[in-house]
């Protein structure tokens, strides 16, 4: 079976004031089916941009992006928005849940968007919800939940379409770090118990350490941590 995820030789460059910003150069990498891979590096070396092309949120200016062996470089908008919709799951520092939609709705939309039936979702939104715990929870709107829950609502968002990759910008950075302990735990527990294969972008190494292997960023490449 083809890795979740592979970069071969990525590039991507933005335009500044200050004239060409080479972010990522040849950047290789590639992530096995169950891997669960931290992505530690100093603020400004290209975190985001790298889970922003690993995500198809972004084309880069040089080399491909391999998700489950397919090149996502020859494939047009709408084929990326599919992949990135059955394929991939994000999880952000900032959980960017729906206030006016409960924590169940917020976890059917991506099914719904994706054509799973409203009561099918719903029942798989409430599965997921209770595996992490938010049983008593499901119609709260994301104001009336904590931080920590919040953070769980949109991992389980995340897992809601079945991924097989999932990425994750600092998925516990916005907690204190008692709750981002739990919440970690509970994320690492999910994606290894689904054989996930996982690229978690994070500023802290005891998360990190409890991952399979780190890698890190240097002069745009992404070499072992
Ligand atoms: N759209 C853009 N246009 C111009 N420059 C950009 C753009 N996006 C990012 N950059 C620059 O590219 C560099 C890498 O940004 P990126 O957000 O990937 O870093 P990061 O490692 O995720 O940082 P942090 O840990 O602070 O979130 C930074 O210098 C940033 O200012």
Redo the contacts with the bound molecule.
């Keep these: 079976m083809s890795d979740p995820l592979r970069l071969a030789g990525v590039a991507r460059r ?3 004031e200050a004239g060409a ?1 080479e ?1 990522l150069r040849d950047a290789d990498l590639t992530i096995a089916r169950g891997e669960i891979v931290a992505l530690v ?12 092309l690993a995500g198809l949120l972004e084309r880069p200016d040089a080399g491909e992006v391999f998700i489950a062996g397919q090149a996502a470089g020859t494939l047009d908008d709408g084929a990326r928005t599919a992949i990135r919709r059955n394929t991939i799951g994000f999880v952000y520092q900032f959980h960017h849940l729906l206030a006016e939609f409960t924590a169940v709705e917020n976890v059917m939309l991506p099914q719904m968007t994706a054509g799973v039936a409203a009561g099918q979702a719903r029942t798989r939104a409430a599965e997921l919800l209770g595996t992490f715990g938010l049983a008593a929870r499901l119609d709260h709107r994301p104001g009336k939940l904590s931080g920590g829950e919040q953070q769980r609502v949109a991992i389980a968002r995340a897992l809601a379409n079945s991924p097989a990759l999932l990425l994750a ?2 998925p516990t950075g916005n907690l204190d770090a008692t709750t981002a302990g739990i919440v970690f735990a509970q994320l690492l527990a999910e994606a290894r118990g689904r054989g996930l294969a996982a690229l978690i ?1 994070t ?1 802290n190494p005891e998360l990190a350490a409890r991952m399979d292997r780190v890698v890190t ?1 240097r002069d745009g490449r992404i070499i072992p941590g």
């Design positions: 933005y335009r500044t910003l972010v590096a100093p603020s400004g070396t290209g975190k985001s941009t790298l889970l922003h910008d600092e972008a500023h960023l």
